[in-house]
């Protein structure tokens, strides 16, 4: 978990390590940890993480099934994260396809 805030974490202070990220397949590794929902607090931390990767990548985070997991998952999360992923799916999508219209 300490990980993920790391990863939060330095992605707030420098967006442009996303690339870093996603090369050693880490959207990857935190696609596989949304299966696992014994630990919801982590779950929730990769959710604003991913957040944040979308905002320079959504692509990578559509090509590892985010949204499904995060979709089968919503009901464990607070409101308020289940807002904030709601946002993400679309967030994601609507990058990604203005993306590759364009």
Same mark, same amino acid.
């Given at each position: 978990?300490?990980?993920?805030?790391?990863? /939060?974490?330095? @992605? &707030?202070?420098?967006?442009?390590?996303?690339?870093? @990220? !996603?090369?050693?397949?880490?959207?990857?590794? @935190?696609?596989?940890?949304?299966?696992?929902?014994?630990?919801?607090? @982590?779950? +929730?931390?990769?959710v604003k993480t991913l957040d944040?990767?979308?905002?320079?990548? /959504?692509?990578?985070?559509?090509s590892c099934n985010a949204i499904?997991?995060?979709?089968? !998952?919503? &009901?464990?999360?607070?409101?308020t994260v289940q807002v904030q992923?709601? +946002?993400? &799916?679309?967030?994601?999508? /609507?990058?990604?396809?203005?993306?590759?219209?364009?």
């Open positions: 978990m300490n990980a993920t805030i790391c990863l /939060s974490h330095i @992605l &707030d202070i420098n967006p442009a390590l996303t690339n870093k @990220l !996603i090369s050693y397949k880490g959207v990857e590794i @935190l696609c596989n940890n949304l299966q696992n929902i014994e630990y919801i607090d @982590l779950v +929730e931390w990769i944040k990767v979308s905002l320079e990548n /959504s692509y990578s985070i559509l499904l997991y995060l979709l089968n !998952i919503i &009901d464990f999360f607070d409101f992923s709601v +946002e993400n &799916d679309i967030k994601f999508n /609507s990058q990604y396809h203005k993306n590759f219209l364009y």
